[in-house]
């Protein structure tokens, strides 16, 4: 199976910045999709970013150029760094990993963005 396991979450203030990392372990295919999606408190998960081995990445409308996904193939380890962060971005951040309609969700990250 696989595991994915999430680092980076905290506090940040408006304008400010945080890099979110996700290692991904166990029977990795070398083709797959790895992404971050994110769940306020009453709200549906939503997608943020993914990125395909092949470099293809998916971005969501609300990121507006201040989102960046990457990912280290050779580690199976993904990143999002966040950049110019709102009040609204304030979630549960969830690493996914994707393979033929096969889900894997970490348990997620929490990130506040606050004065």
């Known amino acids: 199976q696989v595991q994915l396991v999430e680092s980076g979450g905290g506090l940040a203030q408006p304008g400010g910045s945080l890099r979110l990392s996700c290692a991904a372990s166990?029977?990795?295919?070398?083709?797959?999709?790895l992404g971050w999606y994110r769940q306020a408190p009453g709200r549906q998960r939503e997608l943020v970013a993914t990125?395909?081995?092949?470099?293809?990445?998916n971005y969501a409308d609300f990121v507006k150029g201040r989102f960046t996904i990457s990912r280290d193939n050779a580690k199976n380890t993904v990143y999002l760094q966040m950049n110019s962060l709102k009040p609204e971005d304030t979630a549960v951040y969830y690493c996914?990993?994707?393979?033929?309609?096969?889900?894997?969700w970490g348990k997620g990250t929490l990130v506040t963005v606050s004065s």
């Open positions: 990125m395909h081995t092949n470099g293809i990445t």
């Open positions: 166990g029977s990795i295919f070398s083709v797959n999709i």
């Open positions: 996914n990993y994707n393979e033929y309609g096969l889900d894997v």
